[in-house]
């Protein structure tokens, strides 16, 4: 995955050293990996994981993202498989034009997408491991949910929400997904 943050760097012109949170990150040095290291902030509530991530030699902060406030606001934001509660104070923690890169495992590229402070601007797909670069429109396709249930042992696949014991998952769920901070709309 660290190639996959270093190729986005590339692609959306971060420099050589962009400032990037990792939210909820867990263990996972792969962000910081791809981006050069100490300028990537790893922020997780579980105090034993970030002294792991420090013991590692990388930047850490225990932390819900909610409840974090950053000293400057930052170039790239990376959910990846993160699991936080409050999706609106992301664009707070972004400087203008800045870009959150998500999959959407646990619905968090949805979420985003429904926000009036960002916009979807590309996607990778069909897997963040395997894939390529598509458009907005493309991207846009591939969020939503797909609904299945489970019958005699068996899984059915996209089935109708009022199937008996639906269940509902993410439709592209390994996927990435890139939004960009707009710019400020002045108010009168």
Do not use: C
């Amino acid at each position: 995955m660290a190639i996959r943050w270093r190729e986005i760097g590339q692609r959306y012109n971060l420099g050589v050293s962009p400032r990037v949170l990792y939210a909820a990150s867990g263990k996972d040095p792969s962000v910081a990996v791809g981006f050069g290291g100490q300028n990537v902030v790893h922020v997780d509530p579980d105090e034993k994981t970030i002294k792991a991530l420090e013991k590692a030699g990388y930047t850490g902060v225990t932390s819900r993202v909610e409840d974090f406030t950053p000293g400057k606001p930052f170039d790239l934001i990376a959910l990846y498989r993160s699991h936080i509660d409050h999706h609106e104070v992301l664009p707070n923690l972004l400087k203008l034009g800045g870009l959150i890169v998500t999959n959407n495992g646990t619905f968090d590229a949805d979420r985003l997408a429904k926000s009036d402070e960002l916009e979807l601007i590309a996607g990778y797909l069909p897997s963040y491991y395997e894939g390529s670069w598509v458009d907005a429109e493309e991207a846009r396709r591939e969020l939503g949910s797909r609904f299945f249930a489970v019958e005699n042992g068996k899984i059915l696949r996209d089935v109708e929400p009022t199937y008996s014991g639906v269940l509902e998952e993410a439709k592209n769920q390994e996927g990435l997904f890139v939004f960009r901070k707009k710019p400020e709309v002045l108010r009168p």
